[in-house]
């Protein structure tokens, strides 16, 4: 079954302590980006990547990193997690970034900073 | 300041009635997608529309995209509970093809 997957669903954790939120897919897609979901603010692109070893800053990407050694992976990493990044994450990809194709999301996770 | 907007914010109505979703933008957009989103999911694509003053219906959803590609509708008739959901809009630039330019979304709510 194609599908994008996510680890973990959900995480309540302390400010400051590095975690790394895991996004896999098997659908060979290029295009893999990172959102986050506020209410009242829809999807904000945090990172994206076009393909291994590329990848650029969306529209919100401070005290966030990534990594595309692989096709399939695109982890996102929050070094020093603070409250403010209190939100829904979601993992897309799409066979190319350019113009109609669908994105394909995970099923989200949900990042609690206390 | 959100480059797409979308109106309604929430719309609650009854089983049966008809909506119209709006999607606005001052900007001129290649494509234009459609997205529903269920509680503990990610979107789901519905529909991209590509062309000025295309016309794609789904069922009972007939989306449009502006003659000048600034804005598109989404309109469902007979509105059933199933159709519950967040709809977001999402679209890209002319002058980027890689980035998606994304709505807040419309919430609705159909009671049986």
């Known amino acids: 079954e194609a599908q994008v997957t996510q680890n973990p669903r959900y995480l309540i954790t302390v400010t400051g302590k590095k975690l790394t939120v895991t996004c896999s897919q098997n659908m060979n897609h290029e295009y893999m980006s990172w959102y986050r979901q506020d209410p009242g603010l829809g999807l904000r692109q945090i990172y994206y990547?076009?393909?291994?070893?590329?990848?650029d800053k969306g529209d919100v990407p401070e005290g966030y990193k990534v990594s595309r050694k692989e096709k399939r992976n695109f982890p996102l990493i929050l070094e020093s997690p603070s409250p403010n990044q209190t939100s829904l994450y979601f993992c897309?990809?799409?066979?190319?970034?350019?113009?109609?194709?669908?994105?394909?999301f995970g099923d989200g996770t949900r990042l609690s900073i206390l | 300041t959100q480059l797409l907007e979308q109106s309604p914010q929430f719309l609650s109505i009854q089983e049966g009635e008809n909506l119209t979703v709006y999607c606005n933008s001052s900007s001129v957009f290649s494509s234009l997608q459609w997205y529903r989103q269920e509680p503990g999911e990610g979107p789901v694509l519905l529909v991209t529309?590509?062309?000025g003053g295309e016309v794609k219906k789904l069922k009972r959803l007939t989306f449009q995209f502006g003659d000048a590609r600034k804005d598109s509708s989404l309109h469902i008739t007979a509105a059933q509970p199933g159709d519950t959901g967040l709809y977001l809009c999402a679209g890209h630039r002319v002058d980027s093809n890689y980035q998606l330019i994304w709505g807040a979304g419309t919430k609705l709510i159909i009671k049986p």
């Open positions: 897309a990809s799409s066979s190319r970034g350019q113009a109609n194709q669908p994105q394909h």
């Open positions: 529309v590509v062309t």
């Open positions: 990547s076009m393909n291994v070893e590329v990848t």
